[in-house]
């Protein structure tokens, strides 16, 4: 059964310094795909980047990248150069090939920024 | 390109009662899903619709939940009645998704939300 756990129920970073927000996943299926999104106060939750599990690089999209570890079954979110609008819960989601055609979220990590 | 809108954002009501959700998704986006999260927690899937049919509700509870998409584009999520357990935001996503495209790699886009307190 696919599963998703992000240990960290908070984070602290300073501003312009980066952060990895933890997230691991349980599959069996070889086909899956990994997303992040960060929900702010507001309570959208917008995409932030997503992973193929045949990607053999590792995806980027402007200042956040996913250090996609297979092995490991980790793909953690790294958030370069903060800033105060990064303050927000990041959700770590998954969806299996086979897995019919739900998506399931972790619990998420809520990040604040210091100025 | 205009996002995912729902309505209302904020709604309170009193057990018992009855609430409606409004969800209109991207333009051309022919899949469409309901999300209940509860505070403190990740979103849920309730419901999914691809076009008009319904393609999973195996966690709609179906004794008081009901969700339509009637002409494929806008959907409403209904409760009859209410219980407090359901104060929660809703949430409504959409995507791109067709049949024979590789489903894991969907990307979902979400709309603001609706904030449903019962009291």
């Known amino acids: 059964a696919q599963k998703i756990t992000q240990t960290q129920p908070g984070m602290f970073v300073q501003e312009k310094e980066a952060v990895t927000l933890d997230c691991t996943y349980d599959?069996?299926?070889?086909?899956?795909?990994l997303f992040w999104y960060k929900q702010p106060s507001s309570g959208e939750m917008i995409f932030l980047i997503y992973?193929?599990?045949?990607?053999?690089q590792n995806a980027t999209e402007g200042r956040y990248s996913l250090n996609f570890q297979k092995a490991r079954k980790s793909a953690n979110l790294v958030i370069s150069a903060s800033q105060l609008g990064d303050s927000a819960m990041y959700f770590c989601?998954?969806?299996?090939?086979?897995?019919?055609?739900?998506?399931?979220f972790g619990a998420g990590t809520r990040l604040f920024v210091k100025a | 390109e205009a996002g995912v809108a729902q309505s209302p954002r904020y709604k309170i009501i009193e057990k018992r009662q009855s609430v409606a959700f409004w969800c209109n998704p991207i333009?051309?986006?022919?899949?469409l899903y309901w999300y209940q999260q509860i505070l403190g927690q990740g979103p849920k899937l309730l419901i999914q619709?691809?076009?008009?049919?319904?393609?999973?509700d195996s966690q709609l509870p179906k004794d008081r939940f009901s969700a339509e998409r009637l002409k494929g584009v806008d959907s409403t999520l209904k409760i009859q009645p209410a219980k407090l357990e359901d104060s929660a935001v809703y949430l409504c996503?959409?995507?791109?998704?067709?049949?024979?495209?590789?489903?894991?790699?969907?990307?979902?886009?979400f709309g603001p939300g609706t904030r449903l307190l019962v009291l």
């Open positions: 992973q193929g599990s045949y990607d053999q």
């Open positions: 989601a998954m969806r299996e090939d086979t897995g019919g055609f739900k998506t399931i």
């Open positions: 333009s051309g986006h022919a899949t």
């Open positions: 599959t069996s299926d070889p086909s899956y795909g």
């Open positions: 619709f691809q076009n008009n049919g319904v393609v999973d």
């Open positions: 996503a959409s995507s791109s998704y067709a049949s024979g495209g590789q489903l894991y790699q969907e990307t979902q886009y």
